[in-house]
T-cell receptor, first 115, second 109 residues
Framework: SAVISQKPSRDICQRGTSLTIQCQVD?????MFWYRQQPGQSLTLIAT?????????ESGFVIDKFPISRPNLTFSTLTVSNMSPEDSSIYLC????????????FGPGTRLLVL | AQRVTQPEKLLSVFKGAPVELKCNYS??????LFWYVQYSRQRLQLLLR??SRESIKGFTADLNKGETSFHLKKPFAQEEDSAMYYC???????????FGAGTRLAVHP
């Protein structure tokens, strides 16, 4: 298994600003994922982040809006850029890949409110 | 298109009653299906996966390819089962998860 932490746990931001969310895993993992959970909605995958390569974004999500870094096998960041109130969501990080089967382990989430 | 459908937003039962949370999927190929659970103020965690065919906390789920379903069942609900339950499907070669909308289970005393 893997234990995942995220920082910050929550934040309130002004529109037009950017926020970087950090995700730390307690062991080396091949794959990390970033999800968004809008109020009252299910989880939607934003992108898959593999170490040493560009993140792979899902339809509807672009790198300019959600740049992702994956500098090593235990860490990733997601930036929410030029925020608007529509970006108010919970952002979750997860980890998985070989060694974990298809199981993913989730962080506690970052609750973002954009005013 | 790959899709997971959970038709019930809320399922409300009394303690000791049987529970069935419905999940249907659309996927071309052999699906890998999971149930994840989120208890109040806790993170999302894996409950069970179809490939392991195990029972966790009294819950079971059987993959029915004919009906493209993966319903979650428990014969006798407990109050501590109250939580949000998500059915999920692995998609593609990168272990991406596609989640259903989730069903909130409320077990009343």
């Amino acid at each position: 298994s893997a234990v995942i932490s995220q920082k910050p746990s929550r934040d309130i931001c002004q529109r037009g600003t950017s926020l970087t969310i950090q995700c730390q895993v307690d062991s080396q993992v091949t794959m990390m994922f970033w999800y968004r959970q809008q109020p009252g909605q299910s989880l939607t995958l934003i992108a898959t982040a593999n170490q040493g390569s560009e993140a792979t974004y899902e339809s509807g999500f672009v790198i300019d809006k959600f740049p992702i870094s994956r500098p090593n096998l235990t860490f990733s960041t997601l930036t929410v850029s030029n925020m608007s109130p529509e970006d108010s969501s919970i952002y979750l990080c997860s980890a998985g890949g070989p060694g974990f089967g298809e199981t993913q382990y989730f962080g506690p989430g970052t609750r973002l409110l954009v005013l | 298109a790959q899709r997971v459908t959970q038709p019930e937003k809320l399922l409300s039962v009394f303690k000791g009653a049987p529970v069935e949370l419905k999940c249907n999927y659309s996927y071309s190929g052999s699906p890998e299906l999971f149930w994840y659970v989120q208890y109040s103020r806790q993170r999302l965690q894996l409950l069970l996966r179809h490939i392991s065919r195990e029972s966790i906390k009294g819950f079971t789920a059987d993959l029915n390819k004919g009906e493209t379903s993966f319903h979650l069942k428990k014969p006798f609900a407990q109050e501590e089962d109250s939580a949000m339950y998500y059915c999920a499907l692995v998609s593609g070669g990168y272990n991406k998860l596609i989640f259903g909308a989730g069903t909130r289970l409320a077990v009343h005393p």
